[in-house]
């Protein structure tokens, strides 16, 4: 018989990964990512070019850096913008039908003109809803 028997069931990690920072509601996080600004503290800028996040906060030093949203802003941003375009072709082309040229041209600008406007503010708003439901890289805190 093994001195430590193996546990029968898998425990969830408990550690607090966020207890540095005194992280705000929801809600003040999401709407501080969405306008580029640091989900904890709201001060500092989060973007380092049109992307890129910073290491860390300039003025409360969250590790910004740490938190990897990796793919979900695109597929939010495809949700959103596919939510807006296709209801908008479609009432188009039931109401006037138009020539196939015109929904090219109104609707291939729009879709990247959409997607280029709201990639940014809604990688903020995933880096505040990461940060506060304590999504991090691993060994981060
Ligand atoms: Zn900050």
Same mark, same amino acid.
């Given at each position: 018989?093994?001195?430590? +028997?193996?546990?029968r069931h898998?425990? +969830?990690?408990?550690?607090?990964? @966020?207890?540095?920072?005194?992280? +705000? +509601?929801?809600?003040?996080?999401?709407?501080?990512?969405?306008?580029?600004?640091? &989900?904890?503290?709201?001060? @500092?800028? !989060?973007?380092?070019?049109?992307?890129?996040?910073?290491?860390?906060?300039q003025n409360?030093?969250? &590790?910004?850096?740490?938190?990897?949203?990796?793919?979900?802003? &695109?597929?939010?941003? !495809?949700?959103?913008?596919?939510?807006?375009?296709? &209801?908008?072709?479609?009432?188009?082309?039931?109401?006037?039908?138009?020539?196939?040229?015109?929904?090219?041209?109104?609707?291939?600008?729009?879709?990247?003109?959409?997607?280029?406007?709201?990639?940014?503010?809604?990688?903020?708003?995933?880096?505040?809803?990461?940060? @506060?439901?304590?999504?991090?890289?691993?060994?981060? @805190?």
């Amino acid at each position: 018989m093994p001195e430590h +028997p193996l546990p029968r069931h898998w425990q +969830p990690k408990t550690t607090e990964t @966020s207890g540095r920072w005194p992280l +705000p +509601p929801l809600l003040v996080a999401l709407a501080r990512g969405l306008k580029g600004h640091c &989900p904890v503290c709201g001060q @500092s800028h !989060i973007f380092n070019g049109y992307l890129r996040v910073v290491k860390q906060c300039q003025n409360c030093a969250a &590790p910004l850096g740490e938190v990897r949203s990796d793919d979900m802003p &695109p597929y939010f941003t !495809i949700v959103i913008v596919g939510h807006l375009i296709i &209801p908008g072709m479609l009432i188009l082309e039931q109401t006037k039908a138009p020539p196939l040229w015109v929904h090219i041209a109104i609707w291939v600008p729009l879709t990247l003109a959409l997607t280029l406007t709201l990639l940014r503010p809604v990688k903020g708003a995933t880096l505040g809803l990461m940060l @506060s439901l304590g999504l991090m890289k691993e060994g981060g @805190s």
